[in-house]
């Protein structure tokens, strides 16, 4: 691909990215959307972010990640929802990973 080529796929791209973001304030007012479409559109936001967490938990490429990815996950999903602080939400989540891969368990 020439610089050229290059060049004009990022304006592109920013162009693209602006207008998407531009068009959500600008059409607020002129689309109405009903208080059930509104749920549903929440609540698919955060089904498809628990479908990727689930999906990179489990999986490592295309095969399955072991028992100590998914053990470090759930650890840190736990200290979450007990609304523990993010740095030890992480540091729990690794380290359990970690210790479970040092004792043997892939």
């Not at 959500?24 to 936001?45: I, K, N, W």
């Amino acid at each position: 691909m020439s610089a050229t080529a290059l060049v004009a796929a990022v304006f592109v791209l920013g162009a693209g990215t602006f207008a998407f973001r531009y068009a959500g304030p600008m059409l607020r007012d002129r689309v109405t959307l009903s208080p059930r479409v509104e749920q549903l559109l929440g609540v698919s936001a955060i089904v498809l972010l628990a479908a990727l967490v689930a999906t990179s938990a489990v999986l490592d490429g295309r095969e399955f990640a072991g028992v100590a990815k998914p053990a470090g996950v759930a650890v840190g999903a736990l200290l979450a929802w007990r609304r523990a602080p993010f740095v030890l939400v992480v540091l729990a989540a690794a380290a359990t990973a970690a210790l479970l891969r040092l004792v043997g368990v892939p």
